[in-house]
């Protein structure tokens, strides 16, 4: 079992920046990669970013270069800092971790990010 608890949303305008986190806690040793998707209204939910156990990230092409996220083991917690915010990232942003073969997907319970114009 591994529980997520994501902090770090809010409002923002655009150009603004944000940081979220995410604090795994339980058997986060059976953890592959850790990460962030994101679900704005009438939209599935879509990856964000991501960073295996061996510390390679991965970003969506809509936030490559103005997102960053990086892991710190000791406190088990994975961030992504948020640069140059803009009203199409306004969504719910949810941290996922991925574990075991086949892969099973343990959620957090989501933080709110808005981005106004």
């Known amino acids: 079992q591994v529980h997520l608890v994501e902090s770090g949303g809010g409002l923002v305008q655009a150009g603004g920046a944000l940081r979220l986190s995410c604090a795994a806690s339980?058997?986060?040793?059976?953890?592959?990669?850790i990460g962030w998707y994101r679900q704005a209204p009438g939209n599935q939910r879509a990856l964000v970013s991501s960073?295996?156990?061996?510390?390679?990230?991965n970003y969506a092409d809509s936030v490559k270069g103005r997102f960053t996220i990086y892991r710190d083991n000791a406190k088990n917690t994975v961030y992504l800092q948020m640069n140059s915010l803009k009203p199409e990232d306004t969504a719910v942003y949810y941290c996922?971790?991925?574990?075991?073969?086949?892969?099973?997907?343990?959620w957090g319970q989501g933080t709110q990010v808005t981005v106004s114009s």
């Open positions: 996922n971790a991925k574990v075991g073969y086949p892969t099973y997907n343990y």
């Open positions: 339980g058997s986060t040793f059976t953890i592959r990669t």
């Open positions: 960073i295996s156990s061996d510390g390679m990230p």
